[in-house]
């Protein structure tokens, strides 16, 4: 008498498993610095062709040589209503199709005059809003569009912050962007709701303190990375790099993430959920 495992009709349908964005094309809108180009080099590391578009262009040849055959990189604002369209069409004409939108674009006004609400200013306050909400609102207006027009659904993922539902007032007080993040929540997910039906997929990331050109001043003050340690304390409670969220955006741009719409995932070190120490 033998004994074994039992066969299972589906296991002779098994077959070798194929990169998680393998024939995907798509775009990051600010994926020529920090976060965005992690993210960028993953996907095609992933099995993608990407096109990314930044507003430094001395990062556009940088990212271009390490994106390789795979990839396009092009300077231009995501506050402009066309540089996402442009993007698009340019992922279209190159590889055929858009599969995905990945906003990373954004980022601190406190040069511009963003902070405290009694420190504030009206310029602060509109030029925060248009840097991380209205040109997100632009690239997840063309990406739909595209979806629509080709019919075939599709993935935004946007960049969104843990400030917008777990404040930091003594280190982090800047107003108008945790306003901009928390409306960049409720944007995502209305528009979500709506789009289901056609199968195009909307979710959010919400990242705590990552090493970035943005996070510059944070990084530098030994005040706050003390604050960091014991707020952000996974890993041996460190700051964020961006590669800690390549491989979920890598999961929502993959089909693995074909039921999942209308989310916010914190990919944050335990911050949403710690208290932190002060000095």
Same mark, same amino acid.
């Given at each position: ?44 590391? &992933?099995? /993608?062709? !990407? #096109? ?6 001395? %990062?556009?040849?940088?990212? +271009?040589?390490?994106? =390789? ?17 442009? &993007?698009? /069409?340019? !992922? #279209? ?6 599969? %995905?939108?990945?906003?990373? +674009?954004?980022?601190? =006004? ?170």
């Amino acid at each position: 008498m033998r004994f074994g495992i039992p066969k299972h009709p589906g296991f002779a349908k098994l077959r070798p498993v194929q990169p998680l964005l393998e024939g995907k094309s798509l775009v990051v809108i600010g994926g020529t610095t920090g976060l965005g180009l992690s993210a960028a080099r993953a996907f095609v590391e &992933a099995g /993608a062709r !990407a #096109v990314v578009v930044g507003r430094n262009p001395a %990062g556009v040849d940088a990212a +271009a040589a390490l994106l =390789g055959e795979n990839g396009r990189a092009f300077s231009g604002d995501a506050c402009d209503p066309e540089t996402a369209p442009r &993007a698009i /069409a340019e !992922a #279209v004409a190159a590889f055929g199709k858009l599969d %995905g939108l990945y906003h990373v +674009a954004g980022g601190s =006004g406190r040069r511009m005059g963003d902070g405290p609400l009694h420190e504030l200013t009206d310029e602060g306050w509109r030029a925060t809003l248009d840097l991380n909400l209205s040109s997100l609102m632009f690239s997840n207006r063309a990406a739909v569009r595209q979806f629509l027009v080709q019919g075939s659904g599709g993935s935004i993922l946007n960049m969104g912050s843990v400030l917008a539902r777990s404040p930091s007032p003594r280190h982090f007080s800047t107003h108008a962007y945790a306003a901009a993040k928390a409306a960049l929540i409720g944007f995502s997910k209305a528009t979500a709701a709506c789009y289901a039906p056609q199968n195009i997929r909307i979710n959010v990331l919400a990242p705590a303190l990552v090493e970035t050109p943005m996070s510059e001043r944070a990084a530098q003050d030994e005040t706050i990375l003390r604050f960091i340690k014991t707020k952000q304390p996974l890993d041996g409670g460190r700051i964020g790099q961006p590669r800690d969220l390549d491989a979920a955006a890598v999961y929502f741009m993959s089909d693995g993430a074909r039921f999942v719409t209308g989310q916010v995932l914190s990919v944050d070190g335990g911050w949403s959920v710690t208290e932190g120490q002060y000095d």
